[in-house]
């Protein structure tokens, strides 16, 4: 049976840039904590397949126009996102506002990021606790080279090692957490959850009637 934990943040993100493992370790991460009795809801961005195409599409040109793409897209989902931290104990979310600004702000001119990030935080909430899964660009690239032989245009090398360095500045903030992303996945996992384990509670932040188990 897995330890119980004691407490955890009731919003969690996880970030990182892409063929960092992102989209497994939220899988795992929610399994691992549904058997320890905890209600989660998970969520992944971009919401909206049709304004996160173009936003993708506009980011390369156009970072400004792609990051008010993803605004768009987070507003629009933020009402389901409350919904989801009142009926559950922990959101977790593969990808969140950081991503924006780690992607689309660090090409702009630092008065249009710091435009950019007033608008990511007028439009959602803000993560109780991120999770940056930190991995070298040349890594990150392999992994995705082995799912696919065609990339997305933010897919380069030029691009991840501009994304990295600006997770890695976001990450210097004090509701950061980063975990080597490059060891074998329960061993991943494993360090998440010994990072988040301890923390002080947030409201609603812990399991309701002792820990019970609610369907998702």
Not at 10 to 34: N, P
Not at 77 to 88: F, N, Q, T, V
Not at 148 to 168: F, G, K, N, Q, T
């Amino acid at each position: 049976m897995s330890p119980p934990l004691r407490r955890l943040p009731r919003y969690i993100a996880v970030e990182g840039i892409d063929g960092s493992g992102k989209s497994t370790l939220t899988r795992a991460l929610a399994a691992s904590l549904r058997r320890r009795g905890w209600s989660v809801a998970v969520r992944r961005e971009p919401h909206d397949p049709a304004l996160g195409a173009l936003a993708q599409a506009a980011s390369v040109r156009d970072p400004w126009t792609g990051g008010v793409y993803f605004t768009l897209d987070r507003a629009l989902a933020h009402r389901e996102l409350l919904r989801d931290l009142r009926s559950h104990d922990v959101v977790l979310s593969d990808r969140s506002f950081y991503s924006t600004l780690a992607y689309q702000g660090s090409a702009l001119r630092p008065a249009l990021a710091r435009r950019l990030a007033r608008l990511q935080r007028g439009a959602t909430s803000t993560p109780d606790r991120v999770v940056l899964l930190a991995i070298d660009p040349a890594t990150a690239l392999g992994r995705l080279g082995s799912r696919s032989p065609s990339r997305a245009p933010l897919e380069r090398r030029v691009v991840l090692r501009r994304v990295d360095r600006a997770y890695r500045r976001l990450a210097r903030g004090p509701r950061w957490v980063v975990v080597d992303a490059t060891g074998p996945r329960p061993a991943v996992l494993a360090a998440v959850l010994a990072r988040l384990d301890g923390r002080p509670p947030r409201s609603g932040g812990r399991p309701r009637s002792g820990g019970r188990r609610r369907r998702t």
